[in-house]
């Protein structure tokens, strides 16, 4: 079924940020899957002001494929930017944003529209078996250590790279905080709109291309960006 015609029932957007090696392999994977839901969808791919080739290789899948589509920051906005812009530009009733880096797959997006249409407004996804080195199996426990003291956050993975959510939740997830995450803002907002939460279990693949937008050998300023941002969600639930 054709995004184009119609209403479109899920909307699939890619943050990407230099991902010219992972881009093509990733939207392919995507439209199959996609494909496969029997409904009618949109990909949107979110370039955050890359300076390799990804917009152009978009550019050029899109010509092919009239329901993928590319929207380009003129500067880099941050991960939380490119996710803002996923949420004001989706036109479906049902709205997935999955990083680009093809450690995540769109396979699993029938999980999430199963949790959607039996009641969820936000469904987390929730990477069980990791593949990730170390140091940001490290990084991770530490922001889900800090998601659960500063939020008291329920689920099992805060930084997951794949969520998805129902349109009564796009009227609720304004994003204002610049970071290259946007889980616990998603969350705040989810939780002072009394709405309903859950969470599926997912795959995660090894990144074997591109490089992290996230610097983990400055760590300790991750950590303290990271603690203030949260710190300053906290007061979210207070005022």
């Known amino acids: 079924m054709s995004g184009l015609n119609g209403n479109v029932e899920v909307t699939l957007a890619l943050p990407a940020y230099n991902e010219e090696k992972n881009i093509v392999n990733v939207l392919n994977d995507s439209v199959a899957s996609l494909e496969k839901l029997r409904c009618a969808w949109e990909i949107i791919v979110i370039d955050n002001c890359s300076n390799d080739s990804t917009k152009e290789l978009v550019r050029q899948y899109s010509e092919k494929e009239p329901r993928v589509r590319i929207i380009v920051h003129d500067e880099n906005r941050l991960y939380s930017g490119s996710c803002a812009t996923a949420i004001e530009n989706a036109k479906g009733k049902y709205v997935a944003i999955m990083d680009s880096d093809g450690q995540f797959v769109a ?25 990730d080195p170390f140091m940001r199996l490290v990084t991770s426990a530490v922001f889900n250590f800090l998601g659960k003291f500063w939020l008291k956050y329920p689920l099992h993975d805060l930084n997951c790279g794949i969520r998805m959510f129902d349109r009564s939740f796009v009227d609720n997830a304004k994003i204002e905080y610049k970071i290259n995450m946007v889980n616990p803002e998603l969350y705040v907002r989810a939780k002072l709109a ?46």
């Open 194 to 239: 009394n709405l309903k939460l859950d969470e599926v279990e997912i795959q995660h693949f090894e990144r074997t291309e591109g490089i992290t937008c996230h610097n983990f050998w400055k760590s300790w300023k991750i950590f303290m960006d990271v603690n203030m941002y949260m710190r300053h969600l906290r007061k979210r639930f207070k005022s």
């Open 107 to 131: 396979a699993d997006l029938p999980k999430f529209v199963d949790k959607l249409r039996n009641g969820a407004n936000f469904v987390m996804g929730w990477r069980r078996n990791r593949n």
